[in-house]
């Protein structure tokens, strides 16, 4: 039976959920979670006025941004959304979905995606009690910190976002975390996938041995090296880092071109490799990495990242494949997962929807988050149950009660 300790409180309104085209099908899984886990609630007061419209098939809100061949667009909210605790989901780096401009079909930008938030909001016409987004992916937090004269995206849109009445932003491996101080007044927070991760691969690998001699976690960069070493400190095992030697006098797709990488670490012979990072993009540094630590004759290795955008497509990782680079990559499914990447043999999602319904439900009751940010007692649950079974079960038990995520 799911675990309600902390949800006793009357909710803050009457829940609903908003899930853009760019964000349907992770919005319906958490939709699902929701509506099943408050039918099995026990012991709440659910007849009560507080409580009316607490139990609901579905908690999803009918809404339309309509496209004009212009490029214009409006928001529509087609169901009241009077007094709720309205909870807006999108995933602002869907490219996948396209609309009518002049006559040809082009495919939505994040500034799309952004723009449709607002008019989201805009259209609420300040009749919901509380507005959340849900954003796994966050605008601009490529963007997110000024070293010259140039914009400063990810806090403007932060402030933006407030200033229309938004009260928790939630997003998931920021990169940059700090970007926060830009509403230090309003709700952030940046959620970290490390249980989902550890979750896949103890189900998908049936032969890792969880120890200091036998696998290394490695940072394909300096600003993943406090991603790497909490990863690592579960395990009990070293961290390694490479370092991007960059040249700085030119300047290639935007960004200054990688030279080499320079290994900084123990020596990885015979060791599984973890390489985790927040994102894929192109591939390019993570698959080089792989290289170099194949090059070291390392055992297997394994790419983890929050985001999988492949954004120059899917054969440059099979080549890698065949040539036995890398054995794995495992991504979430927090932005959209082109078919072609979920058909790949040497993928695997890892699937954060569950989380993200805990955190909804838990927010919509005003109920503290903090156990929810902090997995480690559940990811070390998992590990003593792997190194007893080499495998692990759908469902996380903790001692005396059945927990209701992860």
């Known amino acids: 039976m799911p675990d309600q300790s902390k949800l006793v409180t009357v909710p803050v309104g009457p829940l609903r959920i908003v899930a853009l085209s760019s964000c349907t099908t992770l919005g319906q899984r958490v939709d699902r979670y929701i509506s099943r886990w408050r039918k099995e609630r026990e012991d709440l007061s659910t007849q009560s006025v507080e409580f009316t419209g607490y139990e609901k098939d579905s908690y999803l809100v009918n809404v339309e941004c309509t496209r004009f061949a212009s490029g214009e667009a409006k928001g529509v909210i087609k169901d009241s959304v009077r007094g709720a605790d309205l909870y807006i989901l999108v995933d602002v780096i869907n490219s996948s979905i396209e609309y009518n401009l002049g006559g040809r079909m082009v495919p939505m930008s994040p500034d799309e995606h952004f723009a449709d938030v607002k008019r989201i909001i805009a259209a609420s016409a300040g009749k919901a009690r509380r507005i959340n987004v849900i954003m796994p992916f966050l605008y601009e937090s490529r963007q997110d910190k000024r070293a010259s004269r140039e914009s400063l995206d990810c806090a403007i849109a932060l402030q933006e976002l407030v200033s229309m009445g938004v009260e928790n932003i939630i997003t998931f491996d920021a990169h940059e975390p700090k970007v926060q101080n830009a509403i230090p007044t309003s709700g952030f927070e940046s959620l970290m996938p490390t249980y989902q991760f550890i979750k896949c691969m103890l189900k998908t690998i049936p032969d890792l041995e969880l120890d200091n001699d ?43 071109p990688i030279v080499a990488h320079e290994f900084l670490g123990d020596s990885v012979e015979g060791k599984d490799v973890i390489i985790i990072d927040d994102m894929i993009a192109s591939g390019e540094s993570m698959l080089d990495v792989a290289r170099e630590l194949k090059r070291r004759k390392a055992k297997r290795v394994f790419c983890l990242a929050t985001f999988g955008l492949f954004t120059a497509g899917v054969e440059v990782f099979d080549k890698a494949y065949e040539e036995g680079i890398f054995n794995m990559v495992i991504s979430t499914n927090a932005t959209h997962e082109k078919p072609e990447v979920l058909s790949r043999p040497w993928y695997k999602s890892a699937d954060i929807s569950k989380y993200i319904a805990i955190v909804i439900d838990h927010l919509n009751h005003d109920a503290s988050i903090n156990d929810l940010l902090n997995p480690t007692e559940r990811i070390m649950t998992r590990i003593k149950e792997y190194k007893q079974n080499h495998t692990i079960s759908d469902n996380y038990t903790a001692p005396g009660q059945q927990l209701y995520f992860l």
């Open 214 to 256: 036998h696998i290394m976690v490695i940072s394909p960069d300096e600003g993943a090296m406090n991603r790497a070493i909490y990863f690592a400190n579960h395990f009990g095992v070293d961290v390694g880092m490479f370092y991007k030697r960059r040249d700085y006098s030119r300047v290639v797709n935007g960004k200054n």
